[in-house]
């Protein structure tokens, strides 16, 4: 059983940044690949990044590449999702999720967490 908790959520002007974590509490984090998912009202759960127990990344879109990174550190057993330039369309709640396989579709994880908010202004 892996339990994630999120935090670093909040309100922020367009252009401002946010950085998000996740804390797992397991003592094989380092063995699960993490995943960032969101979801805005009224839409589905979206795929954000991932980052593989190897430390490799992979985001949705060129335009969250561009302005988000993730990260890990194992010692800590946190992921992080730092988040730049954003935009109305970035508010949304922000869910970690934990996978012991290399995947992006939210059925695929296996553990979340209970999310974050997030809210751009404009």
């Known amino acids: 059983q892996v339990q994630l908790v999120e935090s670093g959520g909040g309100l922020v002007q367009t252009g401002g940044s946010l950085r998000l974590s996740c804390a797992a509490s397991?003592?094989?984090?380092?063995?699960?690949?993490m995943g960032w998912f969101r979801q805005a009202p009224g839409k589905e759960r979206e795929f954000v990044a991932a980052?593989?127990?190897?430390?490799?990344?992979?985001y949705a879109a060129d335009s969250m590449r561009r302005r988000f990174t993730i990260s890990r550190d194992n010692a800590k057993n946190t992921v992080y999702l730092e988040m730049n330039s954003l935009a109305p369309a970035d508010t949304a709640v922000y869910y970690c999720?934990?996978?012991?396989?290399?995947?992006?579709?939210?059925?695929?994880?296996?553990?979340w967490g209970q999310g974050t908010q997030v809210t751009v202004s404009s």
């Open positions: 980052i593989s127990s190897s430390g490799r990344a992979l």
């Open positions: 397991a003592r094989t984090f380092s063995s699960y690949n």
């Open positions: 999720g934990a996978s012991l396989r290399w995947v992006t579709t939210q059925r695929d994880y296996d553990y």
